[in-house]
C-alpha cells in the first residue's frame, strides 16, 4: 500500500515538474519538436514524456529561470550606477566652480570699496589713458 502511494507521487512530482518546465521554456529553446508537441507528449506519456523532455527537449545548460529577463533594480544597473557616479562628479565640480565664482565675486567687490567700476582704468571710454 505505501509502495503504491509513493510511486504515485512519483509519478504525479515527475510529470508536474515535467509540464511546468516545459511551459516556463520558450518556445525557440525547445529541442526535437515545438513546444505544443512537447506539451501533448508530455499529457499523452507522462512520466515517458517526462522524462523524455529531461533528455532530450529541454535546453542544455540552462534552467527554466534563465530564459526570461526580468526588470533590473536601479541599484542592481552597472550603467545606471555608472551614470549616477558621473552625475554625482558633475554636480560636485558644478558646485566648487560656483564657490570659487562666489569667492572671486566677493574679492573684487572687496577690493573695489563696493563700487562698480574701479577709480583708475586703462581705459578710459575715449580709449585714452
Same mark, same amino acid.
Given at each position: 500500500?505505501? #509502495?503504491? /502511494?509513493?510511486? $504515485?507521487?512519483?509519478? +504525479?512530482v %515527475?510529470f ?16 526535437g519538436i ?10 499523452? #506519456?507522462? /512520466?515517458l514524456? $517526462?522524462?523524455?523532455w +529531461?533528455? %532530450? ?5 540552462s ?10 533594480a ?10 549616477l ?6 554636480? $560636485? ?10 569667492e572671486?565675486d566677493?574679492k ?11 577709480e583708475?582704468d586703462e ?7
Amino acid at each position: 500500500m505505501l #509502495l503504491r /502511494v509513493a510511486l $504515485a507521487v512519483a509519478v +504525479l512530482v %515527475i510529470f508536474v515538474y515535467g509540464l511546468v518546465d516545459v511551459i516556463r521554456t520558450d518556445g525557440r529553446l525547445t529541442r526535437g519538436i515545438s513546444k505544443p508537441a512537447w506539451i501533448v507528449v508530455m499529457i499523452v #506519456l507522462p /512520466v515517458l514524456g $517526462a522524462i523524455l523532455w +529531461l533528455l %532530450i527537449g529541454r535546453p542544455r545548460g540552462s534552467s527554466p529561470q534563465q530564459n526570461y529577463r526580468h526588470p533590473t533594480a536601479p541599484d542592481d544597473d552597472p550603467d545606471f550606477l555608472r551614470n549616477l557616479e558621473v552625475r554625482r562628479r558633475n554636480d $560636485a565640480e558644478a558646485a566648487r566652480l560656483k564657490k570659487l565664482k562666489d569667492e572671486l565675486d566677493a574679492k573684487a567687490k572687496d577690493s573695489d570699496g563696493g563700487q562698480g567700476k574701479h577709480e583708475t582704468d586703462e581705459h578710459d571710454t575715449d580709449g585714452l589713458k
